[in-house]
C-alpha cells in the first residue's frame, strides 16, 4: 500500500542519508522508496542513476585489472621463456645432472658431517667461491658508505638507526626495514649467512636431482635477492667440474621494500652477471599483505619453486595473517609438479608451537610436519643445518665459533668498524631446510 506520509518520511531519511555522506543508509532508503511503489523524485531518480553509473565503472575496472594481470602474465610468459623466447635446446623437463666429484668436494669443502636422519653438521665453506664473492660484496658495501658520507651530512644518524632496526631481530621482535641504511646493513650482517644457507639449499636439491635446467622461481620476502646470489653461486661452482648445460633461470622478486631490491640488482649486475649466469629478473614491489595487488600480478600455476627464505614472523598477527598468504599463492601460483623450499630459522620454527628444544628425531618431524600442514603443504623431505652438529644450545657457541667456523674475513672488519663490537663475523647456520609440494606425496628419506 502506497502511504504518502510513509513515503515522505522515507525520502527525508534518504536526504539526510544524502547530505551526511552516508551511501549504504542512502543505498538502503532508495531500495525501501523502489519497493513500497512511490515514485521517485528527482534527487532520487539521479542518486539510482549514480549507484548504476558506478557499478559499471566497477565492472570496466575490474575488466582492466584482468586484463593487466594476464598482460603481466604473458610478458612474464616472454621474458621467463614460456612463449618461444629461447633457444630450443633448454628442455624444460630436463635436469641437472648431480655430479659425483662435484659432490664429494663440496662435502669436503663445507665439512659436512650427516649427524643422523635429518641433522647436517656444517662448519667449512668452499673458499674458491666465497671468498671471491664475499670480498666483492665488502668493496660495494664500502663504495656505498663512502658516497653516502659525501652525500650525507647526518650519515652516522642513518647509519644507527638502520643498526638499531635490525638488532630487534636479537630481541625477538621483527625490524622494519624501512630506514635509508637498512639494505646495507642487512648486506653487511646478514647476506653472508643467508646466502651460505641458500647455496646448501640449492645443492641439496641438486644432489637429489631435482634441479630443472629451466627453472621459474618466485622468491617470496626476496630482500637483496639472497634466494638468486645462492644459486648462481652454485652453478658458477658445477662450472668449475662440469659442462652445465644450457640454462634459463627466471627469477621473480616479491619484496617490500624497494630499497633492498635496487641494491640487491645493483651488486647483481656488478657480480653474477659477468659470470655468464642466464638469469631473467622480474621485481614486484609490493607487501605480501597486499592482497589485491598479489593477485593481480602474479603468474598463476607458472612456478617450478616458491622460495620463503627467512621471512617467518616473531608477531603472531603477522605471522598467522602471512601463512594464509602464503597458502593463496601456493595454491594458485605453483605448478602441479612445482616445489616450495622453505628456509626457517630454528627458533621461529620451534616457538609458535611452544616449544623450547627438539628432545628426539621424533618430535622434530612432528613438529615440521604440522609447520607444512599449516601452510597447505606435504612434505617431501628436510634437513636441519647445524653449525654445531646439535639440537642442544652449546654451552659457549663464541668459543666454539672462533675454533671451528670460517670466518668472514673480509666483511669482519667493516661490521666492526660500524656496529663498534669487538669480534670476527663466522659463516654459521641454525636453519630447517624444508621441501614440500601441493597434493598428496609421501615423504622422501
Not at 8 to 31: G, I, P, T
Not at 68 to 80: H, S, Y
Not at 143 to 160: A, C, H, V
Not at 205 to 234: H, R, S
Request: aromatic residues 14%; contains cysteine; proline residues 3%.
Amino acid at each position: 500500500m502506497n502511504n504518502p506520509l510513509a513515503n515522505w518520511w522515507r525520502s527525508q531519511k534518504f536526504n539526510q542519508a544524502v547530505k551526511s555522506q552516508n551511501n549504504r543508509l542512502a543505498q538502503k532508503q532508495l531500495k525501501e522508496i523502489q519497493n513500497s511503489g512511490a515514485k521517485l523524485s528527482w534527487q532520487e531518480k539521479l542518486f539510482k542513476e549514480r549507484l548504476q553509473l558506478e557499478k559499471l565503472l566497477q565492472q570496466k575496472n575490474d575488466r582492466i585489472q584482468e586484463g593487466d594481470r594476464r598482460l603481466a602474465e604473458l610478458e612474464l610468459q616472454v621474458g621467463f621463456g614460456k612463449i618461444d623466447a629461447f633457444p630450443g635446446d633448454i628442455d624444460e623437463l630436463n635436469f641437472l645432472i648431480p655430479e659425483p666429484k662435484f659432490i664429494e668436494v663440496i662435502s669436503q669443502s663445507f665439512k659436512l658431517k650427516e649427524c643422523d636422519a635429518s641433522m647436517i653438521q656444517c662448519t667449512g665453506i668452499y673458499e674458491k667461491v666465497f671468498d671471491k664473492f664475499e670480498q666483492h660484496l665488502a668493496g660495494f658495501i664500502k663504495n656505498e658508505f663512502n658516497n653516502l658520507i659525501r652525500q650525507k651530512t647526518n650519515f652516522d644518524f642513518l647509519l644507527q638507526q638502520a643498526i638499531d632496526d635490525i638488532q630487534k631481530l636479537k630481541e625477538g621482535q621483527d625490524p622494519q626495514y624501512s630506514f635509508e641504511l637498512s639494505p646495507h646493513i642487512y648486506l653487511m650482517r646478514y647476506f653472508l649467512d643467508n646466502v651460505y644457507c641458500t647455496y646448501l639449499a640449492w645443492f641439496l636439491i641438486y644432489k637429489a636431482g631435482l634441479l630443472p635446467t629451466k627453472v621459474n622461481i618466485l622468491d617470496i620476502a626476496a630482500g637483496p635477492g639472497t634466494v638468486a646470489c645462492g644459486l648462481g653461486l652454485l652453478l658458477q661452482s658445477i662450472n668449475d667440474f662440469c659442462s652445465v648445460p644450457p640454462m634459463h633461470i627466471s627469477y621473480y622478486s616479491l619484496e617490500q621494500q624497494k630499497a633492498f631490491q635496487y641494491r640487491g640488482l645493483q651488486f647483481w649486475r656488478q657480480y653474477m652477471e659477468p659470470q655468464a649466469i642466464n638469469a631473467y629478473f622480474r621485481f614486484d614491489t609490493s607487501s605480501i599483505f597486499d592482497g589485491e595487488n598479489q593477485s593481480r600480478k602474479i603468474p598463476q600455476n607458472f612456478f617450478d619453486f616458491i622460495v620463503i627464505s627467512h621471512c617467518f614472523f616473531n608477531d603472531e598477527d603477522s605471522r598467522e595473517k602471512s601463512q594464509r598468504i602464503y597458502k593463496d599463492i601456493f595454491t594458485n601460483s605453483l605448478t602441479d609438479s612445482g616445489y616450495v623450499l622453505l628456509i626457517i630459522q630454528e627458533k621461529k620454527l620451534l616457538i609458535p608451537y611452544n616449544i623450547r628444544q627438539i628432545e628426539s628425531c621424533e618430535q622434530e618431524l612432528s613438529v615440521v610436519k604440522q609447520f607444512v600442514d599449516d601452510l597447505g603443504l606435504n612434505l617431501v623431505w628436510y634437513k636441519y643445518l647445524s653449525a654445531t652438529g646439535s639440537r642442544k644450545s652449546h654451552p659457549n657457541f663464541a668459543k666454539f665459533a672462533r675454533e671451528n667456523l670460517s670466518v668472514q674475513k673480509f666483511i669482519s672488519p667493516l661490521f666492526r668498524q660500524h656496529f663498534k663490537l669487538h669480534y670476527d663475523l663466522n659463516y654459521k647456520l641454525d636453519d630447517y631446510v624444508i621441501l614440500a609440494r601441493k597434493g598428496r606425496f609421501k615423504m622422501s628419506k
